[in-house]
Every structure is written in structure tokens, then in C-alpha cells.
């Protein structure tokens, strides 16, 4: 009886660890066909975000959402220059970070590394604080208005838990989203980014397959041909938590000091008393 | 296809899709491959990545364009100025494959000396009649030397029906007089040269809009990957083919790839994409009015066709494999009539319908404009919105007394009678209009042929919903209630319809996958269907293995000849295979490919005449000595056992008159035509003429467009006057990834719909200037048939041309969207006319003109979008625990 009573306390074994997997999206690969997109919204039977018109080129979704979980961003880029006569099109996702801030700030738990290393939203836990949202460089997470909870890219759990691979990268025809085992994925990427070196295309570069500044390896990382703003990336995502130190200090110098410049006001209102009285 | 057929034998693709990542160069023209065919396009994506050069040339700079290694912007409508200046330039360099063109090709063939080129007549071929507008009805100018002229027929010109022989490019004699040393001045090869003399690269920067130095880097380029070691493929499109000119334009490509010997070897070919996902199988079992299935010409009234045995006699082709056509058209009576069907009753020839008239769409349409067809059955059609000149479609559709849609949602060509840019008074529309629901693909089963006449099977994964049933159902339905209301009838012309075989029920209850029986009454058996194609011996009914099997005594019956060999025996449907073959990207058992599961047709080209492969690297098809047949990685389209030095003896017919280097085996002399003595209307070679409306006068005759092209009489139809001043822009229409046609299968699919929400026309920052349109305002573009607004999309993607030492400016409409759906906007077809090519009435919406301003339509009517259906339909997914849900499900 005390044994059945006790259980209810005990934490179930987590399911076994995995090979770490992620995405790895490669950009010259990337005909903007949207399939991401239509596929990643009828897995996950996310309804659309509207109708709405933008003018920005073929991009009409304008941004990751919470209904929203893969977005094509296409840039125009004609007798400009350097890079005359391109249309860039890239495929953005949760870039699902070694070191995530949405993790890091999530106050109840919701949010967590599973067991292949990617960072989950459990929704039966998730309070719809919004830390996340804020915590996030990428503005990837959202809250859905109907729910108030926080929504983004599961790396497709379900089928990964049934050894299928997310619906995306299924359903992408020129395998411009890759997915698989993140060791794996590095290793082709670097290998990708030296033939297209070796082609004469110097500008591809990889972002976020290592750590940069004070942020961690993306699991969801990029091949790019221009700089990360140019594809609304930031060129420096902001960590918060690499600030958490001095940010304490800042506070806990800035209170003392408020508190003695407190002091100091009132003694001296104390003393103008004294001398006008 | 004739554009295709004409020059090599068949009308379809020569090539398979996944062996575009063998070619060293890729022209794609006329097709914006990534985004109206995205899958295939990952293997012309896998040839850049193994180093070949894509080259995309096309009025509009699309997401293809963003793929290539080059772009080149050329003017709507100049392809064959293009093409023409490709061959101008392989001839003058002399870059042509000297062994493959003499070998395989009609190169060396004498022409007629009565023949007169467009450079004497200024852009006519001889024998042009102005008064009837047509050239003389034999073509004799255009045929070969000493070629039998006997004209077979009295089939009077202005009727649109051409012989079977014609169609086919017949000629009489298998081996005509030839010149091998190319020295005759009358020898094909020698005409070519100076037909194509006055396409030089200044006259093509003239005519097409880019630059020299544009024109001459693609040919260097195609030049350069064709050859012994190398091999370019071409890729096309409804860009090509929706031109007045449009089966020209594909045999200037057909004549391009046959002089750099391209055909028939890996990494080459002509890649034909196809607009619909079953339209291959569409034309092979046809809707079209002139055939029957398997290219088996229709029984035509003004012919000589009043018996079989006149039929068979008439449209016999004595060479090559059309010789056995006999054999097909008795079997396809037999799977047709059945035990009807006897040798006394000519096999029921009698019960076919004869055709006095062109009954191809277009006319067909304009006659119902004119109230002269009163009922209309739609199948997944939607003319109201996607045909040209959509709005005298849909006056056509209000002048029906019933029509029958059978589609998912109630598209344009179902709401015509109460909605559309007209505004019509349901109270006047006098057509009574039937919509009847219609199953998606995975709810019946059945094949889809695709572009490389590929036929795959998809079974049934579950039963439609409420009442709507398969195309399947309702045909086979409809032809049971047939029977029976004329049943007893002794009316000669009703006999056909008795006698029809008409049982593909289920033997056995239909299971679905899950193990639960249907819960559809009478549903046909899409497999006895596939049964009856593929032809089986009448007295035992075993299926035959192949159209080998086929006889002309009644002995067989076969429903389509091509498609026989798909089922060979008892259990084994082999579109349903879907085994992987490693190593061979031919993937022999996944799915069936007419004919007998060849993949690459003239493959036997892949081999030099003595039957060894070209080179290694370009291997395919050879001959193999020691076993004595031919022998790679594909089916051989030929004879398994002719030895290449084989050579027919004299007076021979059927396959024996074609030798053993003749990789053409439909052609009756067996070789590739760059000159066509006989299969296209309106001449043996290529030549450039304007769009019916251009802005642009013809650079290089005084023939301004096509002598031939078909035109429409209507007040409904105008077309601008030449040159006219009022419509100076050339307009192209487009297609983006996001839709499908105009739109009947992806305006009411709010995941599609967010992706491309609203109508929008795109144009240059230039002209933008000069109208004084601004980026993401309201714009308008109109000429003599319609108008229509929609976004403005200014865009660097477009770009001013210099035409003959002007500027012209371009714009590209995308066709997808009307007036039914959950996005709504102005209609691109209204805009194009009802003006056809000549061989197969394509319609010409790729170019034509019009003017563009700021603002909106006067009539500010518009009809309201649908609501946005409930999508997800937030049904939770059954059998399934809370925590396995969608994630989309807890929003």
C-alpha cells in the first residue's frame, strides 16, 4: 500500500539517451518550393497563420510563429553590386542550441533537452510565462494566442520516437534540409562548405556548426553565402545567461549605490531643514 | 506531341527524369522546372552538383533561373530565333557529332528539287496558297527525292483531319536517294545550312532581347558538353508548347540535339515536362477526339474509311513498327466488343464513331460560345478559370443547357452562373449545372502516367467521404444507365454502346488496407481495367505478355497496345512494383514504362553504328557479340536480336525494312529527322515568326506569324492589330510552386494559400517608373479582350529588353487564381486569346500584348472569398493517447 502511495512520487526512468541528431540546412540547395513548410503544418496539423499579402519578394509568412515552425526567407539580390543576379532563398527553423536560452530560462521545467539532444516544449507543463520568448535570439518561440503557451519546432519527437525523420527534411526534393546524427551532419557540412570552396563559391560559410562569441553549436545549423543579417540571422546572438554575472554585479552595484545616493540625499534634505528652518 | 514524333517516332519524353543528373550541360527553355516540377527537379540540381552547367533561358527570372549557372532573359515568343541561332552556330563551326549525323540521321537525304526555302519566299515555304491560307494539301515541294507521290485521300483542305500517315510523317519509300559526302546542294544538310544562315548571334540579340555574348556562352556551353564523351539534355515545357509556333519550336530543339548526337544516350534527350500529373497517360489512353488509345487514328467520315479493311489500307504504314497497326487496331475492337466482335461484322468497326471536324477543345468551346453544344461533362477541368480567353469559356459554359462538374470544391467552372468578373444574373444563365463531389487520389485506386511514361499504380487507402465517388464510379455508372435506356435499340449507331464490355465490378468484396470492407456500393476494380489494356487471349482469356502476342485474326483482344506487357501474368500488376534497383537508375521494376518498360526510346543511339558504346563514360545500349543481341542497362528500343549490320533486303516492310544502325524504329527510314518532308503543317523546318500579337516586327521575313496559325472568329476574341501601339508590353503568364492550374486544387487549401495569398502581376522597376506603379499597389493590365488588376510586384526578377534597338518591357501574370476558393483575384487567362498552332491547336497564352497603369478596375465589384475552412479539421487522431497527439491539436 506504501509502495503504491510512494510510486505516485517517483520519477519514471527517462527513456534511454540517443544519438544527438539536428538538422543541417543547406542554402544552395534550396529551390524556396515552401514543402517545408506545408509539410511541418500538416504533420503537426497547425493551422495557418492568415492571408496576407507582403510583397517581400515570395516570402508571405514573413516569420517563425507559433503555428509557423519552418519559414522560407527569400532575398533578392540584383545588379547590387558584388552579388548581382541571386535570389537567396533559405529555409529557417528552431536552431534547437547546445546551450539553449529558452531552456535556460524556462522557470517550470517545460522546456528540455530530450532524449536526442533536442530542445522540447512540453506543453502539459509549459505556464505561458513568456521567459522563453524573450530569452530566444532567434525569435523562434511564440505564444499562441489561444492557448498562451509556448509553441516551436519539436524536431518532429514523434517520428523520430518511430524512427522516421522529421516531415520537413522528408519532404524537401533537393535535400537542401539534411537531417541526422549531429556529429554526422558537421562532418558533411565541412566537407560540403570545401567543395563549394574548391568550386570557386568563397563566400559559403557554415553558421552556428561551431560555438561562436558567447554562443553555443547550433543542432540546427546553416550553410549560408552572405552575412546572417542578410537572411534576418543575427550576426551575434546574444546568450543572456553568458551576462547573468555581470548583469548581478551591475544590479547589486547599481542598488548600493541608489542606496547611498538615497542616504546621501536625505541627510543633506535633513541638513537644508536644519539651515532654512 | 508531333513536334516530338515528327522528328523521332513518338510523341513523348524521350528520357527519364532521374537520368538528368547525367548530363554535362542542361538547357532548360521554356519550362521553370524548380518550381512547376520541384521533385524532378533535384536531379538536374544532382548534375550541377557533379559539376554540369544548368542554364535557364526564359522571359522571367524564377526560382529554375536562381538555380542556373546562367540566365538568360530573352523576349516571349523568340524561341525559335534562339534555337535556330543554337544550329546557325553548330553548322557554322562545324561542332556537329560527324559520325552520329551521318549515321543516324537524315543528314545526307536528297530533297525534292521542287522544294522552295523561306529564304527565297520570304519567309513561306513553297507552295503556299494565300487565298485558302494554306500550302498546297500534299506538301509534294517538301518531300524527299523521287519520293512516290500518290495521294492516298481526297480529304479536302479546309477540313482540320489529317491522315494517320501524315500525322505520323509517312513516306512511301524507306531508303530515299542520299549523298553521303553532304556535297548535293540538295541534300538536307546543305538546306539546313542555309535556312539557319540568317540566325546569326547579331540577328539573335536583335530578335530575342539578350546579349551577344549572352546567346554565345549557352552555345559554347551546349556545344562543348555534346559529343563522344559529353552529352547535353534539353528541357521543356507548356513554355514551349503554348505558342502558335509551339511544336516548331520543339523541333528546333529535336534538330539542335540530333546534330550534336544528344538522342538516345544518357545525360541527352528532349525532357518533355508534363502540365498534370496523369496528362502522358491522357494522350496514351486518350480524351483526345482524333485517337484511339494507343495513337490508333479515330475512324474520320471524309476519309476513305468506310470499311476496316479501307481503314487499315488507307492508314497502313508499310515500315518500321507502325507496319503492325493492324494488329493493335483489331485486338482494341475485341477488348472493346467482345463476343460481338466478329470477323463478319468487321469487328464491330462500324459501331466507332467517325469525326468530319477538328473537335479539340478549343473549337469545341467556341461552337458552345455560339450555342451549338448543349451539354458538358467536366472531369477535374476548369475552363471558367484556366483555359485561354477564360471569359468566352465561361460565356460557353452559360450557353449549355447542363453541365456536369465533377471536382472537390465547387470551382470557377461550377459557380460561373452566379459569380465572375461578368456578374451574371443567375436568372438569365440558362445552364443547369450538376456538381457532383469527386474522390482524391488516395481514396480509389488506379495509375498515374507521368511525363516519362512512367506507369505507377496507388492503391486505395480509404473510402471518400459522403458522396463523393471516383471518376471511376461515376464513368462506369453512368455507361451501366446507358445501356439499359437504350437497351433493345436496333439503331445501327447505338450498337456500339450495347455491345461494349462493360464489367469491372469486384469479384470479391473490396477489402481497404485496414482489413475493413468498403463501404461503396458497385465501385469498379481499377485492376480489370489495367487487365483489359494490357490484352488477353479471347478463347482462354490468359494475359498476353506483351504487344508481340498480338494478333490480327480476332485471337486477342487489347485495350491499349503501348501499356501491353503492364500486366503479363495472373498477380503481377507491374505498375505496382516498386523494387529498388541499386546502381541502375533505369529502376526497371519500379512501375512500368511503355513501351515494354523502355525507359531512355532510341536508345540503340547510345551505340555507334557498329554497336559499341560511344565512349565509357557514355555507355547505355551495344551489342554483344558473343550473345548476339543487345544488351545494358535499359530495355533496348529495338530489336533485341538484329545485329547492327543488318541491312534490309530489298522490297522489305514492317521492322525488317529498318536496318540494323537505325536507332528510329518508328520512323519509316528509321533515322532522326532534321528535315521533315512529311508530319508538321506548317513546314519541313523550323522558322521564326512573330506571336500573333507582338510588338515586333519579324526581323527576318516579311512573314510576320505563322501562315498557318488557327484563328477564332468571335467578337469575343479580338486580336491586336500588327504592331499596335495601344499594347506595347509583352506579357508571358507563369506559374509559381505554391499553386496548381488555376487553381481548383489549391485556393481552397489555407496551407497553400498563406503561401501565396493574393493575385499579383510582376514587372520591372523600369516600366514601374514609367507607368508610375508602386511596388505593392494596386495595378492593372488590359488589351482588346479583358482587363484585370491585381499587386504590383516591381521586381529586378523582370528586366527591359533591347528589341531591334528599343526598349520593350516584359511582365509575368501567374495564372492561379478566380473567383471560387478561400483567396480570390483577377483571372491571367482572360487576357489570352483563342489563337492555336496549326498541328495540334495549342492555344498561344505564352506572349502576347498589353498595357499596364496604377490603380484599380473601374468595376470594383468583386466576389468574396470563402472563410477559411475549419483546417485542421481538429479531429483527433483515433486510437491514439492524449500524449501522442499532433502538437498542433493542443493549440
Redesign the interface.
Known amino acids: 500500500m506504501i509502495d503504491v502511495l510512494l510510486s505516485a512520487f517517483e520519477r519514471p526512468a527517462p527513456p534511454a539517451a540517443q544519438p544527438e541528431t539536428g538538422f543541417f540546412t543547406d542554402t544552395t540547395?534550396c529551390?524556396?518550393?515552401?514543402?517545408c513548410?506545408?509539410a511541418c503544418?500538416?504533420?503537426?496539423?497547425?493551422?495557418?497563420?492568415?492571408?496576407?499579402?507582403t510583397?517581400n519578394?515570395?516570402d508571405?509568412?514573413s516569420m517563425l510563429s507559433?503555428?509557423s515552425w519552418r519559414h522560407v526567407a527569400f532575398v533578392?539580390q540584383?545588379?547590387s553590386g558584388a552579388h548581382a543576379?541571386?535570389?537567396l532563398?533559405m529555409s529557417d527553423v528552431c536552431k534547437h542550441c547546445a546551450q539553449a536560452p529558452c531552456e535556460e530560462a524556462c522557470p517550470t521545467g517545460s522546456i528540455l533537452y530530450n532524449e536526442f539532444g533536442n530542445v522540447y516544449v512540453q506543453?502539459d507543463i509549459c505556464n505561458g510565462c513568456g521567459y522563453c520568448v524573450a530569452a530566444c535570439p532567434f525569435g523562434v518561440l511564440d505564444r499562441?494566442r489561444?492557448?498562451g503557451?509556448a509553441?516551436k519546432c519539436?524536431l518532429c519527437y514523434?517520428r523520430q520516437k518511430d524512427g522516421m525523420q522529421p516531415a520537413c527534411a522528408k519532404a524537401c526534393?533537393?535535400?537542401s534540409i539534411q537531417f541526422g546524427p549531429i556529429e554526422e551532419l558537421r562532418e558533411r557540412a565541412k566537407a560540403r562548405v570545401e567543395q563549394l570552396h574548391a568550386r570557386g563559391e568563397g563566400d559559403a560559410y557554415l553558421y552556428g556548426a561551431e560555438p561562436a562569441g558567447e554562443y553555443s553549436a547550433l543542432n540546427s545549423f546553416f550553410l549560408l553565402k552572405d552575412q546572417p543579417s542578410v537572411y534576418n540571422l543575427p550576426d551575434a546572438p546574444r546568450r543572456p545567461s553568458a551576462h547573468l554575472k555581470t548583469n548581478y554585479l551591475v544590479s547589486f552595484a547599481t542598488a548600493i549605490g541608489l542606496a547611498v545616493a538615497s542616504a546621501m540625499l536625505l541627510a543633506a534634505g535633513d541638513r537644508s531643514d536644519a539651515d532654512g528652518g | 506531341m508531333p513536334g516530338l514524333g515528327t522528328s523521332f517516332g513518338r510523341g513523348a519524353a524521350t528520357g527519364y527524369q532521374q537520368d538528368l543528373q547525367n548530363s554535362d550541360c542542361i538547357l532548360i527553355m521554356g519550362s521553370n522546372m524548380a518550381e512547376a516540377h520541384p521533385v524532378g527537379f533535384r536531379f538536374p540540381i544532382k548534375a550541377r552538383e557533379r559539376g554540369a552547367k544548368l542554364i535557364h533561358v526564359d522571359p522571367h527570372f524564377t526560382r529554375t533561373s536562381a538555380m542556373c549557372s546562367q540566365y538568360v532573359p530573352i523576349r516571349a515568343g523568340s524561341d525559335i530565333a534562339f534555337l535556330g541561332g543554337l544550329i546557325n552556330y553548330v553548322l557554322e563551326n562545324e561542332r556537329w557529332f560527324r559520325e552520329y549525323v551521318l549515321a543516324y540521321t537524315n543528314a545526307a537525304t536528297l530533297v525534292s528539287d521542287q522544294f522552295v526555302d523561306t529564304d527565297e519566299l520570304d519567309g513561306l515555304f513553297g507552295g503556299f496558297d494565300a487565298a485558302k491560307r494554306d500550302y498546297d494539301p500534299e506538301r509534294k515541294g517538301w518531300h524527299y527525292q523521287d519520293e512516290p507521290s500518290t495521294p492516298k485521300t481526297q480529304t479536302p483542305p479546309e477540313i482540320k483531319v489529317e491522315s494517320f500517315s501524315e500525322r505520323l510523317g509517312f513516306i512511301q519509300n524507306p531508303q530515299p536517294p542520299s549523298d553521303p559526302s553532304l556535297a548535293d546542294p540538295r541534300c538536307v544538310m546543305n538546306i539546313l545550312r542555309s535556312h539557319y544562315k540568317r540566325y546569326t548571334p547579331e540577328m539573335v540579340a536583335s530578335i530575342c532581347g539578350c546579349t551577344q555574348q549572352e546567346f554565345l556562352e549557352v552555345a559554347e556551353a551546349v556545344c562543348q558538353n555534346s559529343g563522344r564523351e559529353r552529352t547535353t539534355a534539353i528541357v521543356y515545357a507548356v513554355g514551349w508548347t503554348q505558342h502558335s509556333t509551339g511544336v516548331q519550336i520543339i523541333r528546333a530543339a529535336g534538330i539542335l540535339q540530333l546534330l550534336l548526337g544528344n538522342m538516345g544516350r544518357p545525360g541527352g534527350g528532349i525532357m518533355a515536362m508534363r502540365g498534370h500529373a496523369s496528362i502522358q497517360g491522357s494522350t496514351d489512353v486518350p480524351t483526345l477526339y482524333d485517337l484511339l488509345p494507343g495513337y490508333i487514328p479515330q475512324p474520320a467520315a471524309i476519309r476513305n474509311h468506310n470499311s476496316l479493311r479501307e481503314y487499315l489500307e488507307q492508314e497502313q504504314v508499310p515500315h518500321g513498327y507502325w507496319a503492325n497497326f493492324h494488329k493493335f487496331m483489331v485486338s482494341l475492337l475485341k477488348a472493346w466488343y467482345g463476343t460481338a466482335a466478329t470477323a463478319e461484322n468487321e469487328w464491330g468497326y462500324q459501331w466507332v464513331p467517325r469525326i468530319d471536324d477538328n473537335y479539340s477543345q478549343l473549337p469545341t468551346f467556341m461552337r458552345m460560345a455560339d450555342g451549338k453544344v448543349k451539354g458538358l461533362f467536366l472531369f477535374g477541368q476548369n475552363p471558367a478559370g484556366g483555359a485561354p480567353n477564360a471569359g468566352i469559356n465561361r460565356k460557353a459554359l452559360r450557353n449549355l443547357d447542363w453541365l456536369v462538374v465533377r471536382d472537390w470544391f465547387e470551382i470557377e467552372s461550377a459557380c460561373f452562373w452566379y459569380k465572375g468578373p461578368e456578374h451574371p444574373d443567375p436568372g438569365t444563365v440558362k445552364t443547369e449545372v450538376f456538381f457532383i463531389p469527386a474522390a482524391a487520389s488516395s481514396e480509389k485506386q488506379g495509375s498515374f502516367t507521368n511525363t516519362q511514361r512512367l506507369l505507377q499504380w496507388h492503391d486505395k487507402a480509404i473510402d471518400p467521404p459522403q458522396d463523393c465517388r471516383s471518376d471511376l464510379w461515376f464513368v462506369y455508372h453512368l455507361g451501366k444507365r446507358l445501356k439499359q435506356l437504350y437497351a433493345g435499340s436496333k439503331e445501327l449507331r447505338d450498337q456500339g454502346l450495347l455491345n461494349l464490355t462493360w464489367n469491372y465490378e469486384y469479384r470479391q468484396p473490396e477489402i481497404l488496407p485496414g482489413g475493413a470492407r468498403s463501404r461503396i456500393h458497385g465501385e469498379p476494380d481499377a485492376e480489370r481495367v489495367l487487365r483489359e489494356i494490357n490484352g488477353y487471349t479471347v478463347a482462354d482469356g490468359k494475359l498476353v505478355s506483351g504487344f508481340s502476342d498480338l494478333k490480327e485474326d480476332g485471337s486477342t483482344a487489347c485495350g491499349c497496345w503501348i501499356y501491353s506487357g503492364v500486366f503479363p501474368e495472373e498477380g503481377r500488376n507491374r505498375a505496382r512494383q516498386r523494387k529498388r534497383t541499386p546502381g541502375n537508375l533505369t529502376e526497371p521494376e519500379w512501375g512500368f514504362a511503355w513501351p515494354h518498360n523502355r525507359r531512355m526510346l532510341y536508345n540503340r543511339a547510345s551505340a555507334d553504328p557498329e554497336g559499341n558504346p560511344w565512349s565509357d563514360r557514355k555507355k547505355y545500349i551495344w551489342w554483344d557479340e558473343k550473345l548476339r543481341k543487345w544488351t545494358g542497362l535499359d530495355e533496348p528500343d529495338f530489336e533485341p536480336d538484329k545485329p547492327p549490320s543488318y541491312r534490309p533486303p530489298p522490297g522489305s516492310t514492317g521492322m525488317a525494312s529498318i536496318a540494323g544502325d537505325s536507332p528510329f524504329i518508328m520512323k519509316p527510314d528509321g533515322k532522326g529527322w532534321l528535315y521533315a518532308p512529311a508530319g508538321t503543317k506548317d513546314g519541313p523546318l523550323p522558322t521564326h515568326y512573330e506571336p500573333v500579337e507582338s510588338p515586333v516586327r519579324n526581323l527576318l521575313y516579311s512573314q510576320q506569324e505563322n501562315p498557318m496559325v488557327e484563328r477564332y472568329g468571335d467578337l469575343m476574341n479580338p486580336i491586336a492589330d500588327l504592331l499596335d501601339p495601344r499594347y506595347p508590353v509583352v506579357a508571358t503568364t507563369a506559374r509559381l510552386t505554391e499553386h496548381y492550374l488555376s487553381g481548383p486544387m489549391s485556393r481552397f487549401n489555407s496551407w497553400l494559400n498563406e503561401l501565396q495569398p493574393e493575385m499579383f502581376i510582376e514587372l520591372s522597376p523600369e516600366l514601374a517608373a514609367e507607368r508610375n506603379i508602386q511596388h505593392g499597389s494596386w495595378m492593372v493590365a488590359w488589351n482588346c479582350r479583358a482587363a484585370i488588376e491585381g499587386k504590383a510586384m516591381v521586381t529586378r526578377r523582370l528586366r527591359p529588353l533591347t528589341v531591334d534597338g528599343r526598349t520593350l518591357h516584359q511582365i509575368a501574370i501567374p495564372f492561379h487564381w478566380g473567383f471560387a476558393g478561400e483567396t480570390v483575384g483577377s483571372i491571367a487567362n482572360d487576357l489570352t486569346s483563342v489563337v492555336a498552332d496549326p498541328n495540334v491547336s495549342m492555344h498561344e497564352a505564352k506572349a502576347f500584348t498589353c498595357e499596364v497603369r496604377a490603380g484599380r478596375l473601374e468595376d470594383t465589384r468583386t466576389d468574396p472569398p470563402l472563410p477559411m475552412a475549419a483546417w485542421p479539421t481538429r479531429e483527433r487522431a483515433p486510437d491514439t493517447p492524449d500524449s501522442n497527439q499532433p502538437e498542433g491539436q493542443v493549440l
Not at chain 1, 529551390?31 to 514543402?35: F, L, N, Q, R, Y
Not at chain 1, 503544418?41 to 499579402?53: E, R, V
Open positions: 540547395l529551390i524556396g518550393c515552401k514543402a513548410e506545408v503544418k500538416q504533420w503537426n496539423q497547425l493551422p495557418a497563420d492568415g492571408f496576407h499579402w510583397g519578394s515570395y508571405n509568412t507559433d503555428t533578392e540584383f545588379d543576379n541571386r535570389w532563398m506543453q499562441n489561444s492557448d503557451r509553441h519539436t514523434d526534393p533537393t535535400a
